[in-house]
């Protein structure tokens, strides 16, 4: 399985970033898959997951203003942010599952737990 993010960058506080996620050497429809962040000197902590039918969940301090979509034709995992915050700058990563995470319960724990199988090599957010 791999991942590849893009899209990270230098924003100002308030502004906006889309990042992208490749993925590709899955069967990448039936999958659970997320975006997880880690500033430096903290841990890593799950942002949102989405299941294989577009269903999300997000991390109460994203909620409202981060978006994660599912491209399945193209393999494509999207994190829409807006009015970002000093405290979102972080690197980010996307990471996919080997199970589906259709229940409530199950994408809860996997933003608390901010686990996942495969993981990407992230991308930097700075907000300023």
């Known amino acids: 399985v791999q991942l590849v993010e893009s899209g990270g960058g230098s924003v100002q506080a308030g502004g906006s970033l889309r990042l992208s996620c490749a993925a590709s050497g899955y069967t990448y429809r039936t999958y659970c898959m997320g975006w997880f962040r880690q500033a430096p000197g903290k841990e890593r902590e799950g942002i949102g997951v989405i299941d294989s039918d577009g269903e999300t969940m997000y991390a109460d301090s994203v909620k409202g203003r981060f978006t994660i979509s599912r491209d399945v034709v193209n393999h494509t995992l999207t994190l829409h942010m807006n009015s970002l915050r000093p405290e979102d700058s972080a690197m980010y990563f996307c990471?996919?599952?080997?199970?589906?995470?259709?229940?409530?319960?199950?994408?809860?724990?996997?933003?608390?737990?901010?686990?996942?199988?495969?993981w990407g090599q992230g991308t930097q957010v700075t907000v300023s």
């Open positions: 990471a996919a599952d080997r199970y589906n995470c259709m229940s409530e319960s199950t994408k809860s724990r996997r933003i608390r737990n901010a686990d996942s199988d495969y």
